[in-house]
Structures are given as structure tokens and as C-alpha cells.
């Protein structure tokens, strides 16, 4: 196995976790009170071109930095990490349809990471559910996300393409 | 025959991993914040918090002059509004002044003192929520500078929220606008109780359960000295309501503090709720030790 872009997607999600939880936040850049769910986009990006242990690997460990780093039981992101790298992995053959098909594929992802986030915080007695203006909590960062994902993934190609681009194809 | 298996391996590490990050979560949640889950958060404070401090110097300026931009729009009116706001605290600030004498020659005569002589600890706000669901802020003072556990968390403007896991170096403060928190408050206006919830992005969700007079909009809330030092701002309300007997009076409450602006913090490290003295019948407060060191 080429560990170069293992080590590689590592650092981003790395870098991704310090700009999500220090620039991204209320009282910094967070327009209309939301901001992207950058670590997200970058696992959606490098599963592309990761195996696919790896690749669910990659998002176990994304989620479990974001859970270390919030305020959430433990083990909760990493759950919903799991289940988008998962499903990249199940639909990255179709990487590369055109730009507003994965546009859409990445706001449906973001939208049922935070949906499945709610719902596994409910189950474990987080009463998350009673925020209010949840829907809009849920669609913007959603919407950010793609924008954010239109920079992230050209990097994320960029770095990791050339070197593993025969293993994800299948 | 390969691809078949290769998806069958990948499924099952998906489906490993889901169940793993499930019984982590329940691991979590049963040991309450200790154990392997706060060594590993101590861990990832100890990995994170330099990277963080080092990124937050370096996009802070980066991030006001974005925010600078996107509230261009809006500083033409906000000038107004605060000229006109300016000339209302002037009339006010006169008012103030006179209650200020008052209330120190009533303190002298009660032998109280305000709360925010407890002592307390300055800190700054070393990392942000990694999501839109985390009410919560990390500040870089830990155990080494005393903090510990349920202590509050002020700022100038009233409280900020309560240390619910802490490090070394680090510690995490839970906002009072996360739905998982409460504050139990009293109504300035009425002298009454309550509890207070948070509700995420919103305002927050004052509950009177006892109450018989009704509360209304611009009446001050104030910790009630059961769980936080008495007397520290938590919020004004926004809806006047009236208490139906046999159900809670329920109200919208504005947090006292801009979390917008949040910077630098204080926590309080010089009052616990067990030094509280509580009248047994009452269950009021009548009587909080303040410690007599400021740690600054």
C-alpha cells in the first residue's frame, strides 16, 4: 500500500480541524451565524482517491478529532465520518459526472451527516433537538460546505491524484 | 470475484467501525467526562492547543477584515442606533450613579459583598465549537492555574457558561446557550426563581415553575447563588408573560453576553455551591464565602 497519500490526507484533515476550530466559529468567520463543515469536505475529497480501509479510516479518525475537540460524547462524529466516507466510497465512481451532480451529492451528504448527528445525540440523551432554527442549523453549513468543497477538492486532486489514481478506480 | 470481496471487506470495517464509535459514545457518556475519554481529550488539547494558538494569532486579523466586509452594510445604521443608544446611557449613567451609592451604603449595612470580588482567573479563548452543535469554547488555563470543574465563566457583560472538562493547560466552558446547559436565575423585577435553558442559536428559555407574579419584558435575571456566586447577569427577557396556575411560566430570555465577542474570560475560581450556606426551609441562599485571593 502507497502510504504517501494516506500521510497526505491525514495532514488535511489535520490543517482542516485547526481552521475549522479557530477560524470558523461565532465571533470569526461565520456568515448568517453558520460556517462550512470543512473537515467533512476534506474527507469527502480524499476518500476519492484513498483505498477503501484507509478511506474509512480516515473519516473514523476525522470525526474522532472533531469529537475530542467539541463538546459531544465521544465516538459521535466519528460514527458520522464513518458513514459519508463509506458512502463516497460507494459513489465516487460518479466523481466525476458534472460539477452540479457532485455539488448536489456533497450538500445531501452534510445534510444527513448533521441529520444522523442529531438523531445518534438524541439517542445518547443530548436533547440537541430543541435548538432553535434547526432546519436552517442544518441546511446552511450544508450549502457553506460545497462552497468550501470547491476549494478543497481541487487541492485535494492536486495532491493526492497522480500517484493513486488506479486504486479507486473501479 | 475481487471486487466482490473487496466490497465485502470494506462493509465490514464500515459496519466494525460504526459499532466501535458507538461503544465509544456509550463509554463516554457512562463515565461522565473521566477516564479513557479525558485522557484522550487531554491528549488531543496537549497535540491541539499550541497549533490552535499559533492559528487563531494568525487568522484573527484575516477573519475581522472578513467580517469587516460582510458587515459593511449594516455600520451605516448601527452608528445611528448607537448615537441614539449613547444619548439614552447618558440619561441612564446619571441614574446609575445614584443607585450605585445606594446600593453600597445598603451593602455596608448587610455585610455583603458584590460577587465579582470572588476570586477568579483571566483567561482568553484559545479555540472555537468544531460545529454548529457544540455551544462551547476552550481557554487556555487548566488545572495549573486552578480551574476545576462546574466553576463559572464571566465576562464583563454577565455569565458566560460553566467548565465541564479540564486539562492541564486547557479547559473546555460550556456556554449557557447550549441546550444542554441550566442556570438557576432570579427575576430582579419580582424577586422570584427560575431556571434557565439554553436553545443553540436562539434566545434563551427562562422557566418559572412556583411563580404566582408575572415577569416582564426588560426584567433582569441574575444568578441565584445555587450552583454560581449570586448576583452575576445572565440575561434580560424579551416577552412579558403572566404565570397560569398549575403550569410553568415560560419566557424568551436575551443572554447577557455578546458571544460574538467573546475574548478574553474570567473564571471564577474562588466559590464553590458547597460553600453556599442554604437555609434548610426555604432552600434560599442567605449567606456565600467569597474568597479573598484574585489570581490574575
Redesign the interface.
Known sequence: MNLRPVTLSILLVFVA?????????????Q?F???P?L?LAVVVACVRYLD??PA??L??TA????D????????????VH??VA?LT?RLRHRADSAVPLVAVGIFLLAVLA?TL??V??TL?????L?????VM?ILL?AAYTVIAAAAVMPTASWLLRERTVRTWV? | MLPFRRFERSTTLFVGLVMLSFLIATFDVRSDGTGLGAMMRTGAQSLFAPVQQLATAVTRPVAGFIDGISNIAGLRDELEATRAENDLLRQQLLDVQSTENRLTELERILDLEPPIDAATVAARISSLAPTEFDHIRWIDRGTEDGIALGQAVIDEDGLVGRIDFVADRSARVRLITDPRSGVGVRDLGTNETGWIEGRGAGPLELKMFSTTKPVQEGDRLVTDGTRFPPGIPVGIITESAEAVAGFALITSVDPAINLAELDFVKVVVGWSPLDAVVDPDTGEVVDVPLAPVTVE
Do not use: N
Not at chain 1, 124 to 128: I, N, V
Open positions: 480541524v485547526v481552521i475549522q476550530t479557530t477560524m470558523f466559529g461565532t465571533g470569526r468567520v456568515p451565524g453558520a460556517a463543515m473537515v477503501s480501509e474509512l479510516l473519516g473514523f470525526g474522532l478529532l472533531l475530542l475537540l467539541g463538546g459531544s460524547p465521544l465516538g459521535l462524529w466519528a460514527m464513518v458513514v463509506y466510497l448533521q448527528f442529531l445518534a445525540s445518547f440523551g443530548q436533547s440537541l430543541s435548538s432553535s432554527g434547526l442549523l453549513p473501479r
